[in-house]
């Protein structure tokens, strides 16, 4: 990689980095967002809108994203639905992360202690309330270190947008081999990953220590 | 194009990919173990190489090391190219898995096999091993699933799997809707098929007994 080549194609990757960063911080809100609510709707015990989440959980979480993405990308437009590229990638990743987020949350739900919940009832509060203040709370705060480890996975599954044109940090890599025919571009980008990836793990350390602290 | 002869035109493509999944299945549970023994040993200087390469596969996206490995090495093969990046990739994640197992093991036992004369190798196998086998399953089932999942992008190298006739099909009959929702009914009634044997094997060895569920209270 000379240094014109490196700087022809430096806007392509800081713009990759953006596309990459943006969407994968907005899916990560969205599929924390939508896995909560999904994982407090399991948790009221509801038979019908239990049955509906778990149905909803088993079908986006043994469905592969790119099956999912592609089926929005090129299914929509079929019934005169057209999104943009990117909104169909985050409502895909949303649709199939938040299935894990909602199991993560429910594992948690399980270890609440019997004992807490059993105080909380019979202190009289509601159902909502010991849901809402005391399990869904619980439960978050103690799958936290798991919720970070998923966030990185999101930020993988960003990558899969670069197949549907969209120009993330994946496709900059590619987009840099396919005019110079060097691959040099994709290792770039692959240690940009990792130092991603490995900053995430950080934060979840500090998250992780904090969430002990407060316990 | 009738239901009927859209799974066949893609049945091709679902061979191929029925046979990437117990292949690398296999590879990566041969080599994870490697691994994760070799992780879990500590040697120095391997250490760091283990280290090394455990945070290169679990920091980039498995479309990045199908990529490189592409792009990098002439493998004449595209199946190969496909099998070799996704063990490569999901090796480092069963290894991970393993050594976690093996690490939750006392290691008392490993003093006691020592002390009584017994080698290093003996012990692993017929210690640790059976120890670690029944925790392993569902998280392996697990790591599997998702292995499952990412078999869908091998056709970024030119391995004409079951995503890659699908987008054939698209081409030809201009119905993505009923392609993909074919090759995702078959995604998920093999992934969920792995998630049943998880689930199945973590009731086993839940020893704990049912809790009890909020309604038994209201």
């Known amino acids: 990689m000379s240094q014109i080549q490196f700087l022809d194609w430096l806007p392509t990757l800081l713009e990759g980095l953006k596309v990459t960063l943006l969407s994968s911080l907005i899916a990560i809100v969205t599929s924390v967002l939508v896995g909560s609510l999904v994982a407090i709707l399991v948790a009221y015990n509801n038979k019908f809108l239990s049955a509906v989440m778990r149905v909803y959980i088993s079908i986006f979480r043994n469905t592969p994203l790119l099956v999912i993405l592609f089926f929005l990308f090129y299914g929509l437009p079929m019934i005169k639905i057209v999104l943009p590229a990117l909104v169909c990638g985050v409502v895909a990743i949303t649709l199939n992360e938040s299935a894990f987020v909602a199991e993560i949350i429910r594992g948690s739900i399980k270890n609440v202690p019997p004992g807490e919940v059993e105080a909380a009832v019979s202190l009289g509060l509601s159902k909502t309330q010991v849901v809402n203040r005391l399990i869904f709370p619980l439960a978050f705060r103690n799958s936290i270190p798991i919720l970070t480890g998923q966030s990185s996975v999101i930020i993988k599954d960003t990558s899969l947008f670069s197949l549907i044109m969209v120009m993330d940090l994946m496709r900059a890599g590619s987009a840099f081999y396919e005019k110079y025919l060097n691959s040099v571009s994709i290792w770039v980008i692959a240690f940009i990953y990792i130092a991603i990836f490995l900053l995430i793990t950080q934060i979840g350390r500090i998250l992780e220590k904090k969430a002990m602290v407060r316990r | ?218």
Request: aromatic share 12%; hydrophobic share 50%.
């Open chain 2, 1 to 218: 194009m009738s239901l009927i002869q859209m799974i066949k035109f893609m049945s091709s493509g679902l061979v191929i990919t029925a046979e990437l999944v117990p292949l690398c299945v296999l590879t990566t549970l041969v080599a994870g173990l490697i691994l994760g023994i070799l992780m879990y040993k500590k040697i120095p200087g391997l250490n760091i190489i283990l280290f090394a390469y455990k945070t290169f596969m679990r920091g980039i996206p498995a479309i990045v090391i199908l990529r490189l490995l592409y792009y990098n090495i002439n493998l004449s093969s595209a199946f190969f190219t496909a099998f070799l990046g996704l063990s490569l990739y999901h090796a480092a994640y069963v290894g991970d898995i393993v050594r976690g197992c093996f690490e939750a093991i006392p290691k008392g036992q490993m003093m006691a096999g020592e002390s009584l004369g017994v080698g290093y190798w003996t012990i692993m196998r017929k210690v640790y091993i059976p120890q670690i086998i029944k925790p392993m399953v569902p998280m392996l089932c697990g790591q599997y699933v998702l292995l499952v999942k990412d078999t869908t992008i091998v056709y970024v190298v030119g391995v004409m799997d079951i995503m890659w006739m699908g987008r054939q099909l698209m081409a030809l009959t201009f119905n993505p809707i009923a392609g993909y929702l074919l090759i995702g009914i078959f995604y998920y009634v093999l992934c969920a098929l792995i998630e049943l044997i998880g689930r199945r094997v973590e009731k086993k060895n839940d020893h704990k007994g049912p809790t009890r569920s909020l309604s038994s209270y209201y």
